[in-house]
C-alpha cells in the first residue's frame, strides 16, 4: 500500500506555543485529511483538503495540500491541555485511505 | 456528517472463539470500511462492505478470518474468527458520504483476546 510518513512522531510542548506537524508520500494523492484520535475513541475529523494549495483553518488549525499533492501539513495555534492526542493524516487516492503513522502530542501546562 | 453507532464498544473473549461488531449509521452511505488499528499503531485497511455483494479484502486479510456482511447502506457487521491474541486490536467502521466532510469514523471496538 501507499506510505504516508508522517513526523514528528511525538512532541511535548508547553501550553500557549504553537505545534506544526507534517505528512509526506511518494504518491499523489486527491485528498488529504487530518484526523484526531483520543484514547478509546476512534479518530474524529479536523480538516480536509481537496485541491493542490488549498490552505483551510478550523478554528486554531490550519491545514495545506502541498503542491505537488505529495505532503500536507497542519499547525495548532496557541495550544491547549485540550489538544492533547494522537493526529493522523491520510490521504485518499481513489476511494482508499491511506493513513500516516500519527503524530502522538502531550501539552503540558 | 453521518452519526455512526459501533458495537460493542470493548470486548474481551477467549481464544478460539468468533466476534460480531456491528456499525449502524444514520443516514445511508455510499462506502464502508473496516480498519483495524493494533495497539500503538496506525490505520489498516481491512476491507471495503460492498452493499449486497462480497467485501472486497486488502492484502493480508481473508474472507475466512474476516467475514463482512452489508445486507444494506446502512448497517454492516464485521466478525473476527477463530481469535487469537494477535487479533488484540481496536476495529473501526468509517463512512464516506459524499458530501464535503463525509469522512467519518465510529468510536470502534477495542477487543482483547485472552
Known amino acids: 500500500g501507499q506510505q504516508l510518513n508522517q513526523s514528528p512522531q511525538s512532541m511535548f510542548i508547553q501550553e500557549g506555543e504553537d505545534v506544526s506537524m507534517n505528512c509526506t508520500s511518494s504518491?499523489?494523492?486527491?485528498?488529504w485529511l487530518w484526523y484526531k484520535q483520543d484514547p478509546g475513541e476512534g479518530p474524529v475529523l479536523l480538516i480536509a483538503?481537496?485541491?493542490?494549495?488549498e490552505l483551510t483553518s478550523n478554528g486554531r488549525l490550519t491545514a495545506q495540500f502541498g503542491i505537488t499533492r505529495k505532503d500536507s501539513f497542519l499547525n495548532i495555534s496557541a495550544s491547549i491541555p485540550s489538544d492533547v492526542g494522537i493526529y493522523f493524516c491520510?490521504?485518499?487516492?481513489?476511494?482508499?485511505?491511506?493513513f500516516g503513522t500519527g503524530t502522538s502530542l502531550t501539552v503540558i501546562p | 456528517s453521518a452519526v455512526i453507532s459501533q458495537k460493542p464498544s470493548r470486548d474481551i473473549c477467549q481464544r478460539g472463539t468468533s466476534l460480531t461488531i456491528q456499525c449502524q449509521v444514520d443516514?445511508?452511505?455510499?462506502?464502508m470500511f473496516w480498519y483495524r488499528q493494533q495497539p500503538g499503531q496506525s490505520l489498516t485497511l481491512i476491507a471495503t462492505?460492498?452493499?449486497?455483494?462480497?467485501?472486497?479484502?486488502e492484502s493480508g486479510f481473508v474472507i475466512d478470518k474476516f467475514p463482512i456482511s452489508r445486507p444494506n447502506l446502512t448497517f454492516s457487521t464485521l466478525t473476527v474468527s477463530n481469535m487469537s491474541p494477535e487479533d488484540s486490536s481496536i476495529y473501526l467502521c468509517?463512512?464516506?458520504?459524499?458530501?464535503?466532510?463525509?469522512?467519518?469514523f465510529g468510536s470502534g471496538t477495542r477487543l482483547t483476546v485472552v
Open positions: 443516514s445511508q452511505v455510499t462506502m
Open positions: 468509517s463512512v464516506v458520504t459524499g458530501t464535503l466532510y463525509g469522512y467519518t
Open positions: 491520510a490521504g485518499l487516492v481513489g476511494n482508499q485511505f491511506y
Open positions: 504518491s499523489i494523492f486527491n485528498t
Open positions: 462492505a460492498n452493499q449486497g455483494s462480497e467485501a472486497t479484502y
Open positions: 483538503l481537496y485541491k493542490a494549495g
